[in-house]
């Protein structure tokens, strides 16, 4: 995926996420796939750190400090499932700093000093490690690290030890006994690199057994294949509710509902997640009334400082929510609240798609009808 349409890879990854090369943890993807120049046990370039910009925390001059385990973060403010990642990343923080664990959130791939700051800022306790800007979407961080180390996806942590590259891996993938074994040096890169390739074979047969399930439209085959994968998969919640949109199967998509609100994935999903994948891929029925009309209960009020991308997601959930219900009025207001916010979006390439799915919906809606989010794009 090209970078420009980063944006849209995050509101996509907000419903279904994707899929990183070695794992089945979500990871928006911005490059494409290049080899690897910078390997497990080779050096950093001794100024990886030095074009960048400190947004909060002491600054780190060296990767190199005896005793140390460096963890750089890729992430950015429009990323899902960066954002996803950092509640994870800040308790590895509290729990580690002290003892060796130094983490550097490095904002990647994205212009624009004062996101960063304002992202931040308002984060608070919940960001406290080390955060720097690289630059933006090009940058003397990305050319000297990202590029040669073979990072086509974020997050990313990039992990370092005596100024040579350790490990590079998807952020939630580094546990408690990960972090342990680096700092008391009993870590074994080989055994490790052993897991690594055993967890892409064992993606690799589960592609296999996928791809021809999806092709065939056989959604109860998809299901039960996402069964056999542990609830800590992302891709397993993905998967089960992708099968049970296409398969209007509204009791199960409510049951889901209810267990996000139960905390039945710890904190993993929330219900804005589900509510807009509903609004986007939902068929209209009666059944499709009674999840909307429990959603729209506790629906959300958007935050005042939210970005216009957001706000205009918001309104435009909202609004098929409604119609859902029945409600065509409200829909067509929280429409046109939609309108109103994509004219504050900055980036182009955002701004021309929500310009077309919004812009149809209201003819949509104005003839009677409001189609998934594939026949607003392509009417």
């Known amino acids: 995926m090209n970078i420009k349409n980063h944006r849209l890879a995050a509101f996509a990854s907000l419903a279904f996420g ?3 090369a070695n794992t089945l943890l979500p990871t928006a993807y911005a490059q494409a796939p290049q080899a690897a120049q910078l390997k497990v046990g080779d050096a950093l370039p001794a100024d990886a750190l030095a074009d960048v910009t400190w947004v909060q925390g002491t600054p780190v001059a060296q990767l190199n400090e005896p005793g140390k385990v460096y963890m750089l973060e890729c992430w ?3 990323c899902g499932p960066c954002i996803a990642a950092i509640p994870h990343v800040n308790a590895l923080h509290g729990k580690y700093a002290d003892k060796g664990l130094v983490i550097i959130g490095m904002n990647v791939w994205e212009d624009g000093l004062e ?20 630059g933006g979407r090009k940058s003397p961080f990305a050319d000297k690290v990202m590029k040669p180390a073979g990072v086509t996806g974020i997050p990313r ?8 590259l350790v490990l590079s891996i998807h952020p939630r993938q580094i546990d408690d006994a990960l972090v342990e074994s680096l700092l008391d040096n009993s870590f074994d890169p080989q055994a490790f690199a052993l897991q690594q390739q055993d967890a892409a074979q064992r993606k690799a047969a589960f592609t296999a057994k996928l791809r021809p399930l999806q092709r065939a439209g056989d959604w ?3 299901k039960k294949l996402a069964a056999t994968l542990d609830d800590s998969e992302s891709i397993k919640f993905s998967l089960t509710l992708h099968a049970d949109l296409a398969t209007n199967n509204w009791p199960a998509l409510i049951a889901t509902r209810k267990d996000i609100q139960n905390n039945r994935y710890k904190g993993r999903y929330n219900t804005h997640m589900i509510d807009v994948s509903v609004a986007r891929e939902g068929a209209l029925s009666e059944e499709a009334k009674s999840y909307a009309d429990i959603a729209l209960a506790d629906y959300a009020v958007p935050n005042a400082d939210d970005k216009p991308a957001k ?6 959930t909202k609004a ?20 109103e916010s994509i004219a504050k979006i900055d980036n182009q390439g955002s701004a021309k798609y929500y310009t077309t799915v919004v812009g149809n919906a209201i003819k949509a809606v104005d003839q009677g009808s409001f189609p998934d989010y594939r026949k607003l794009l392509r009417p």
Not at 311 to 316: I, S, V
């Open 157 to 164: 942590a990039l992990v370092v030890k005596d100024g040579k």
């Open 76 to 78: 950015a403010t429009w």
């Open 18 to 20: 994707f899929a990183a």
């Open 115 to 134: 996101k960063a700051q304002k992202f931040v800022a308002k984060k608070g306790d919940a960001m406290a490690y080390r955060v720097a800007f690289s």
């Open 220 to 222: 109860e085959g998809v």
């Open 320 to 339: 098929r929510l409604l119609y859902m219900a029945g409600d065509v009025a409200s829909s067509k207001k929280e429409l046109a609240l939609a309108k």
């Open 311 to 316: 706000r205009t997601e918001h309104h435009f």
